[in-house]
Nanobody, 118 residues
């Protein structure tokens, strides 16, 4: 069994910053890609950023230059540093991980609410 537990969401004013964390636990041989997605009310879930085990990153255009994804492989944890937050960043943020346990499966966290409001 694999679990992903997110933390760090909350309410912040426009222009502020938040740092999300997502820790994986369980029977894990290796984690390949880890990522963050978000879903705003009434919208589909969308990619925010991904990072490979080697550190290669990919970002949605809407967050480039403002968000930074990173990971600590030893801790099986992925982070999302979010700066210069905008009201349109308001959403539930989900982490995921492609976990190898003989075969590779994608696992999702439960989501953490991020609200940007004055």
């Amino acid at each position: 069994q694999v679990q992903l537990v997110e933390s760090g969401g909350g309410l912040v004013q426009p222009g502020g910053s938040l740092r999300l964390s997502c820790a994986a636990s369980g029977s894990i041989f290796n984690i390949n890609v880890m990522g963050w997605y978000r879903q705003a009310p009434g919208k589909q879930r969308e990619l925010v950023a991904t990072i490979t085990s080697g550190g290669t990153t990919n970002y949605a255009d809407s967050v480039k230059g403002r968000f930074t994804i990173s990971r600590d492989n030893a801790k099986k944890t992925v982070y999302l540093q979010m700066n210069s937050l905008k009201t349109e960043d308001t959403a539930v943020y989900y982490c995921n991980a492609d976990v190898f346990r003989g075969v590779t499966d994608r696992y999702w966290g439960q989501g953490t609410q991020v609200t940007i409001s004055s």
